[in-house]
């Protein structure tokens, strides 16, 4: 019975790439019940992938390396099947799904697999394909006129178009906002539950872990550590924290007050039932605002009056992404830029730093008009960090990408001060590799450090924390706070609202090319209505702390134990029950 | 110096984007587009190859007014038609005025203006053939004659990826702007400035091929477990896939009018 149910069985695997010294994976065995929803976790290099990767043949087909141990897919050996045989049984998606659609339109990519297997029903089958997905484009609509999300759902559609056993999704959500994100894994469940298809996530965002998955495989090291259930396993949050993965916040919210006893929550609505109401009518703790208030005496460093931008298309038409948009930033701000995907805040960066300009109105940096200002002499006051950092090598070192800016404007000593810019990152190690070969985090990292060598006045980050895991997550975070030191005003533009809920000053939603609000965290987290018109979720626990009636609201972890514990002190009795409440 | 500068922002790596693709893909409702990849095979074998053994002035002059026909029935985007005078005029045009100068007379400039048609009627029936074929169109006709699998999938991608190569390539570029510095007096005709861009244009390519090749690897797993080396495109797949190709009246009569009008051409003459 147990041998039939298992579509993945993998039996103490040791595998080695060519040329590695290490093994990639270390005696790891792991069985995948038919009909399960998994999540992979682990910090950054933990080896998610390559065990992915084994489960449809790439590795040992494509990857030729070590390989000791055996891999089962319904009932099929990887080592004597071809990738294009479990291909039929396992989907795969990729972190960076857009280099895996090789086909110029939107049907011929959704039926190109079922074409290449010889099915006479090939484009139908695209259909369905697309169908299921809910990709809202023409069949006949070019790849690359495709937003983001819209591409993600294709290559979806294509691991999906033969109705696989398996479907396998590496960070399903890193590069969406939070609703889309929302909207993805309500698909994944839909394939789970109403076709039977086992799905494996590879994931960062626990959140959405505990509100999807079943199970979850913890993997550190290349080793895996366990697979459990999802709720015993969300609840070891000491083991998580050390392997870099953060629990849910309601869940280490639970574990700062109560330790590991009982059964914590890791869902909001189970969260609402732990946490008594009475604990939320604890009074505000003094200064938990660490945030500065906002500063307007100063002149402003960037006005946009009125600007307008709109890309051309390929028919000859143009795409407004930006319309009249007036807005000012001030010293000392710290700027969140959020709405969802496609609301013009890549573009508005790309305004300020003058390598487009806008096609009506002005934009003014430090009273120079960029639309008479080529980008290379604005480059003295702004600096703009890509959303992928690998655009900004440009180099063959990190040292060399770091000084590019100073060689070429002739600074005197300025071996010096890129040392002591190397140093205060953390690269000086590193500083010979190519920026390229680098790890997502230290290629994050070296991104900061070259647009902080340029000295500028105005900071622009485009998703600065996309797809890390905590450690480097934290590490940019509190990056960002050594940035702020060097500059007057930093404007970020992204989609993580815990980054937006513990850091910014001021938060300026987008929709749809124009502002609809400007205001701070308790404007824009206190307004449900603002939230769903942008697309936006608030984070866990300020969404918790709003259901249970705090006032103001909480805006981190450690915030919100504080004063629920502060309640508790001031002789509110806690009520003992909410610790049983669940489960 | 505004006009320079209007100009300059005209010739945008986002423009050249738009006009790469728009020739590639851009032109899918026009008489020649509908017709069989053979069929525009054939013709282009036709008027790509014969001018080169024609040497009766009147023959060639009648071609070549087919050919603007046949180019304006296209819609080829203005980008190509100015690259491609500009190509002609600087590979034949010289010679034309070098011999000019150096006491040439009518006897020297006339084969060299022949020769200058010959090149136009050439060049325009390629643009024409080209335009009309779109990426897809041209891998399937190749897949249809007998070209391996791996040519035809490797044009259609090819295309699909010119985009992307060009949006990274525009990417890398900007970051040399936004870090490096610009000459701070253009100079005389803006020589300075030329020179500043051409050499950031240069590099800009190291970058680009080194991440387009990081790219490439997701895309050759992808392609493993799409089945595609599997397929290796056998018979039964190949068929499949072209089943859509058919000759069609338009065909046969495209291909007939164009005979018709080359042998009525040579009976004038």
Redesign the interface.
């Known amino acids: 019975m147990d041998e039939q149910q298992a579509v993945i069985r993998i039996n103490d695997l040791t595998f080695t790439y060519p040329g590695a010294e290490e093994p990639a994976l270390r005696n790891v065995s792991l069985s995948i019940d038919k009909g399960d929803f998994v999540a992979i976790i682990g910090g950054n290099g933990s080896a998610k992938s390559t065990l992915c990767k084994t489960m449809n043949g790439l590795i040992p087909h494509f990857y030729t390396g070590d390989y000791a141990g055996e891999v089962t897919i319904a009932g099929l050996r990887t080592g004597e099947h071809s990738v294009s045989e479990l291909s039929r049984h396992v989907g795969y998606v990729y972190q960076d799904f857009e280099n895996q659609l090789v086909r110029p339109t939107v049907l011929d990519d959704a039926s190109f697999v079922p074409l290449n297997y010889g099915m006479r029903d090939y484009k139908e089958r695209g259909m369905q394909a697309l169908a299921m997905v809910g990709l809202d484009a023409s069949p006949r609509e070019f790849i690359w006129q495709l937003s983001g999300g819209q591409k993600h759902l294709l290559a979806l559609a294509g691991a999906v178009s033969l109705g696989p056993d398996i479907l396998i999704v590496d960070e399903p959500i890193a590069q969406l906002d939070p609703c889309h994100a929302r909207e993805i894994y309500e698909l994944l469940q839909r394939f789970n539950e109403q076709h039977g298809m086992t799905i494996i996530v590879i994931e960062h965002h626990t959140e959405f872990v505990a509100d999807y998955c079943k199970h979850v495989v913890l993997m550190a090291g290349g080793r895996l550590v366990w697979k459990k259930p999802v709720h015993e396993a969300l609840n070891q949050v000491g083991e998580l924290l050390r392997h870099d993965v953060f629990p849910p916040q309601v869940t280490q919210a639970a574990h700062r007050m109560h330790g590991s006893h009982g059964k914590l929550p890791v869902t909001l609505e189970e969260a609402e039932l732990y946490f008594s109401p009475v604990e939320g009518k604890a009074p505000a703790a003094g200064d938990v605002l660490a945030v500065p208030e906002l500063i307007r005496r100063d002149q402003p460093v960037v006005t946009a009056e009125a600007a307008s931008f709109s890309y051309k298309t390929v028919e000859r038409g143009k795409k407004p992404v930006l319309r009249e948009v007036t807005l000012s930033f001030y010293p000392g701000e710290q700027v969140a830029l959020v709405g969802n995907n496609g609301a013009g805040k890549s573009s508005l960066l790309r305004l300020i730093t003058g390598v487009t300009k806008p096609e009506s109105g002005s934009v003014h940096v430090k009273g120079i008009d960029t639309l008479r200002t080529s980008p290379e002499s604005l480059a003295d006051l702004v600096t703009y960090i890509y959303q992928n950092p690998e655009d900004m090598f440009i180099e063959d070192s990190i040292r060399k990408d770091v000084e590019f800016f100073l060689k070429a404007r002739k600074v005197e000593n300025y071996q010096e001060k890129v040392d002591r810019i190397l140093a205060s990152f953390n690269l000086t190690g590193l500083q010979e590799r190519d920026g390229r070969l680098l790890s997502g985090g230290q290629q994050r990292r070296a991104s900061l450090a070259i647009g902080v060598a340029m000295d500028p006045s105005i900071i622009l980050l485009d998703e600065p924390t996309a797809s890390l895991d905590i450690a480097t997550r934290k590490d940019i975070v509190s990056m960002l706070t050594e940035v702020r030191r060097h500059v007057d005003t930093v404007i970020i533009a992204t989609h993580d609202m815990q980054l937006v809920a513990e850091w910014a000053s001021r938060i300026i939603v987008m929709h749809e090319g124009q502002v609809i609000h400007d205001g701070t965290r308790e404007s824009v987290f206190g307004d449900p209505y603002l939230l769903a018109q942008a697309g936006l979720t608030a984070p866990q626990i300020v969404e918790l702390s709003r259901r249970m009636g705090m006032q103001p609201l909480c805006y981190t972890v450690e915030e919100f134990a504080a004063r629920c514990r502060a309640g508790q002190e001031e002789g509110v009795a806690v009520n003992g029950a909410g610790a049983q409440a669940i489960g | 110096m505004e006009q320079v500068r209007k100009l300059l ?1 005209k010739i945008s790596v ?2 050249i984007k ?1 006009e790469l ?2 020739t590639a ?2 032109n899918a409702d026009t008489l020649l587009a509908r017709l069989d990849p053979r069929t525009l095979f054939i013709w282009y074998l036709f008027f790509g190859i014969a001018p080169w053994f024609i040497h009766q002035e009147p023959v060639l002059l009648g071609m070549f007014v087919f050919m603007v026909i046949t180019t304006v029935m296209s819609r080829i985007s203005p980008l190509i038609i100015a690259i491609l005078c500009m190509g002609l005029l600087s590979q034949a045009g010289y010679m034309l005025v070098a011999s000019w100068f150096f006491g040439g007379n009518w006897d020297t400039i006339m084969p060299l203006a022949v020769l200058t048609l010959k090149l136009s009627v050439i060049s325009l029936a390629s643009v024409t053939a080209f335009c009309a074929m779109d ?2 169109k041209l891998s399937d006709g190749l897949l249809k004659i007998g070209a391996p699998a791996k040519v035809s999938f490797g044009i ?2 090819g ?2 990826m010119l ?2 190569l060009l949006d ?1 390539y525009h ?2 570029f ?9 000459p701070e007096k253009h100079g005389i005709l803006y020589w300075r400035s030329v020179i500043y861009f051409v050499k950031i244009a240069v ?2 390519f190291y ?1 680009l091929l ?2 387009m090749a ?3 690897r ?2 050759v ?11 290796g495109y ?1 018979a ?2 190949r068929r ?2 072209l089943a859509h190709l058919r000759m069609q009246g338009r065909d046969y009569l495209f291909l007939a009018i164009s005979a018709l009008y080359v042998v009525l051409l040579f009976s004038l003459t």
């Open positions: 922002d986002e423009q738009i693709l728009n893909y851009g990426p897809e259609a991608y295309y699909r985009p992307n990274e990417h890398i900007l970051s040399f702007r936004l870090r490096g510095k610009a590099l800009s970058p080194l991440s990081k790219r490439a997701t895309t797993e992808a392609l493993e477990t799409k089945g595609f080396s599997y397929a056998d039964e797949v499949i896939k």
